[in-house]
């Protein structure tokens, strides 16, 4: 088991990797936890979780709204749950979000911790503590930035998740490989078969070093001012993706990567065989799919960006496996470039 510590102003959040989940009652106050989970996660596991009352939410993004949280609190106030209460979140990324918004806000916060139960919650969720709903057409557009205080990934939880979850994923953990880690990109690059396995070994380190990466990026920028920024990296073109076209994140985020190795590459960023290399690994994990979006849908999309400021986006950029950069570019060099790409 590895424990990393995250240490932000005002909080320290410990990420347990390698830990099994079953030990997560030792992490909870005697009285007055509330658990939140999904439905799909609660029939496999709910005859394991810790004595608490339980709410459960619909599976899937559509329980990213304001209006479920809402009616989670009204449950909290029915339950009983005062500024002494202690929220557990056990499930993926949606039901992390969703929690952790809730414990944020309800009677102004009450403590939290998560059991993250698909690998793209383990890797992303888990650390960083942005949580939130969809508002509209945009992602995350209401919620809090705080840390729970610890998150268990337990590669055991991942073994009855459903293969297409799970490389998306993977998908977030090749991110967080390109942009920070050459070690990681290179460990992935030649355990294909382990990582088919999901062998808990191999789970173990490769959670762990991701989430020690963004562990290391949001101790230094918890609010995204800098140098956070470069967790983004594929998600520009990868939100526009996800949204149009209804699929799941890390899969978005892996065509958003297709299409920023090939603009780092145009700018001279990158050498053809250092694309290939990061185009290759995706490819290999099924992970590279085009999807096309027209002028229309793509302008929308990145105006809506919430990260955008005025006419310019952050572009991240990588600069060879392990790094990366974030360029300030003007919206309509984004979208030439886009247009050059899709029709090529
Ligand atoms: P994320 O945002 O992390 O991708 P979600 O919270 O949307 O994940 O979960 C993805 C899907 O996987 C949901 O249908 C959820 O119910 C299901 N799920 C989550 N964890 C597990 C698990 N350990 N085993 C099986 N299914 C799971
Ligand atoms: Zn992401």
């Known amino acids: 088991m590895e424990k990393i510590t995250i240490n932000t102003p005002g909080y320290t959040s410990d990420i347990l990797v390698g830990e099994k989940w079953e030990t997560v009652s030792e992490l909870l106050p005697q009285e007055d936890t509330i658990i939140i989970t999904d439905h799909n996660v609660k029939k496999i596991y709910g005859g394991l979780f810790p004595e608490a009352p339980v709410l459960s939410l619909a599976p899937g993004e559509g329980s990213k709204k304001i209006e479920i949280v809402e009616d989670l ?120 078969d382990k990582i088919e396995a999901r062998d808990s070994d191999l789970l173990t380190t490769l959670v762990a070093k991701s989430v020690k990466f963004k562990g290391m990026v949001v101790s230094r920028d918890e609010k995204e001012i800098g140098l956070r920024r470069i967790l983004n990296f594929g998600h520009t073109f990868g939100h526009a993706v996800e949204l149009q076209k209804g699929i799941k994140h890390g899969f978005a985020v892996a065509s958003g990567m297709v299409l920023a190795a090939e603009f780092s590459f145009e700018k001279g960023y990158i050498s053809i065989e250092e694309k290939t290399r990061m185009i290759d690994l995706l490819k290999r994990f099924k992970l590279a799919t085009r999807f096309d979006l027209t002028d229309e849908q793509m302008k929308d999309l990145v105006f809506h960006d919430k990260k955008k400021t005025g006419t310019d986006i952050h572009f991240v950029f990588t600069h060879g496996i392990g790094k990366a950069t974030v360029e300030k570019i003007p919206v309509d060099e984004a979208l030439f470039f886009y247009n050059k790409f899709r029709d090529k």
């Open 73 to 192: 609190a009204r449950q909290l106030l029915d339950a009983g749950i005062d500024r002494a209460g202690f929220v557990l979140a056990i499930g993926g990324g949606v039901v992390c979000d969703v929690a952790g918004f809730l414990a944020s806000i309800y009677m102004r916060g009450i403590r939290c911790g998560y059991v993250a139960s698909t690998l793209l919650a383990q890797v992303d969720a888990s650390t960083g503590g942005k949580n939130g709903v969809n508002l509209r057409d945009t992602k995350n557009m209401l919620g809090t930035i705080r840390q729970p205080e610890f998150v268990i990934c337990d590669p055991a939880i991942l073994l009855t998740l459903p293969e297409q979850e799970y490389l998306s994923g993977l998908a977030e953990l090749i991110k967080t490989a390109i942009i920070g880690d050459k070690e990681l990109f290179e460990i992935i690059e030649s355990s294909f």
